[in-house]
């Protein structure tokens, strides 16, 4: 055996391994911005807030360089000195944070650490310091929320820098569903197919009855109602 090409294929074969590994990496650690859907949002009066459910979205994808940013237009109500809007970072899944009642809900509030008349940023660490952990698989909305200040439209709704598989295109709930509807069409289908080849059965066994062999003639012959009763 040539050594040398041994040699040259081993390491070859190495690179390319190395490669795989280096863009498998590159891939996992892709991060993108989601946008949420506000369009139904209603005006927030003081103290009201719009819910955004992660059902089709996985909150452990959102990392340590993620904001949350809220675009909306105001109408202010007094001139007090606080934002006039604020995130919260619901669960009522009985998530692991100490910050969960006795019911196993939490509604953190979070302030933000900028705004204007016009935007708000909200920072991940303080989502984890209102939240109790960093932890966000038991995080069920993320809502917004309108603080005494204003009344509130909500415009737009971003969190940058989070996982690019974050969104979940089918629930798990969704997905049961949806083999649920297809074990149907196909239980329905083959139902319909034992129907069709009983019918086919039963009209080939009435053909066959009206026929009776004729040994002069030496084949089967068609018999008329007369003789089927005389039978």
């Not at 993320?142 to 204003?150: E, F, H, N, S, V």
């Not at 989070?162 to 997905?175: A, L, N, P, Q």
Request: aromatic share 10%.
């Amino acid at each position: 055996m040539n050594i040398k090409k041994l040699i040259t294929k081993l390491t070859a074969a190495a690179s390319a391994a190395v490669m795989a590994v280096s863009l498998s990496a590159g891939v996992s650690a892709a991060v993108k911005d989601f946008d949420f859907d506000v369009t139904n949002a209603p005006v927030l009066e003081p103290w009201t807030s719009y819910t955004i459910g992660m059902d089709h979205y996985d909150p452990t994808k959102i990392t340590a360089d993620s904001q949350v940013i809220v675009t909306y237009t105001c109408e202010y109500l007094n001139e007090n000195d606080e934002a006039p809007v604020e995130l919260i970072v619901q669960s009522w899944s009985f998530p692991d944070t100490p910050m969960a009642n006795n019911t196993g809900s939490v509604w953190a509030k979070v302030a933000p650490v900028e705004y204007d008349d016009s935007h708000a940023v909200f920072n991940y660490a303080d989502m984890v310091t209102a939240y109790g952990t960093s932890d966000f698989s038991g995080v069920d909305a993320l809502c917004i929320g309108a603080t005494d200040k204003a009344n509130v439209t909500v415009s737009s709704c971003t969190i940058t820098n989070c996982g690019d598989d974050m969104y979940i295109k089918m629930t798990d709930v969704e997905r049961a569903e949806a083999y649920k509807n297809a074990l149907i069409i196909v239980l329905a289908s083959a139902l319909a197919i034992i129907v069709i080849i009983i019918v086919v059965f039963m009209v080939i066994l009435k053909r066959k009855t009206s026929y009776a062999y004729d040994p002069t003639l030496g084949k089967y012959v068609k018999m008329d109602k007369g003789e089927k009763e005389e039978k």
